[in-house]
């Protein structure tokens, strides 16, 4: 098997600590920024969903700041962010390049797209329970927990599926930039040296990982769907 492998993948075999570390980079760069992304991302999606005209707390000043705000950094392409957003990273991380200059921009670009599909998720829940709370005297905040985000864990937990898969796009590209991880090695060892075995690998790594993530989101939606 080892000899089999040394032939089928040569150039793996030979950076194997290098290919690890890699794959250890881009779980971090996902742990990291997932999890900053959804707490930012829920806040936002519930924050715009209730100050929206016809929500629970309506305001409409609010409501156009954050919508515009979300859409800005939207249509900002991620590597024209990444070197935009490179003084607060060094403000905040001390450092604007590897692992912990890319968790700044990674936040930023993934928040406002998890935003929208926790916004898009709470829409879906049925406005006769939220006028049933509010006619019992339930508060913004009970209303907010116990029917908004209560009622909606299956379509955001597809929703947090598409945005955490959507991330791992964003940390490939990330790697184009020299933030390390997968996409930074699949650049610099198989398409600058022209090793293709490096670049295949790595792509049957990252489906691999995508893989096992839409099976957990696939699973959390199916046991909370009504």
Request: some cysteine; charged content about 15%; overall charge negative.
């Amino acid at each position: 098997m080892p000899e089999f492998l040394n032939n089928l993948i040569p150039n793996i075999i030979d950076k194997m600590d290098v290919f690890g570390e890699s794959i250890l980079q881009t779980l971090l760069m996902a742990a990291w920024a997932g999890a900053f992304m959804m707490v930012f991302g829920i806040i936002m999606g519930v924050i715009i969903t209730v100050v929206k005209p016809g929500g629970i707390l309506p305001q409409t000043v609010i409501f156009q700041i954050l919508d515009k705000v979300i859409n800005f950094f939207r249509s900002v392409p991620f590597i024209i962010l990444l070197a935009g957003l490179m003084p607060l990273s060094r403000i905040i991380m001390g450092t604007a390049i590897g692992l912990e200059g890319a968790i700044v921009p990674l936040i930023i670009a993934a928040t406002p797209f998890y935003a929208r599909q926790v916004e898009s998720a709470l829409s879906e829940v049925d406005e006769g329970l939220v006028e049933a709370a509010l006619s019992m005297g339930c508060s913004p905040v009970e209303i907010i927990f116990r029917v908004y985000l209560k009622e909606s864990i299956a379509p955001i937990a597809r929703g947090t599926t598409i945005a955490i898969i959507s991330l791992f796009g964003l940390i490939a590209m990330a790697g184009a930039v020299g933030a390390g991880g997968l996409g930074d090695f699949a650049i610099r060892y198989g398409h600058d040296r022209n090793q293709e075995d490096v670049v295949y690998v790595t792509i049957i790594v990252l489906v691999v990982i995508i893989s096992v993530i839409q099976q957990i989101g696939n699973i959390i939606a199916k046991k909370n769907t009504h």
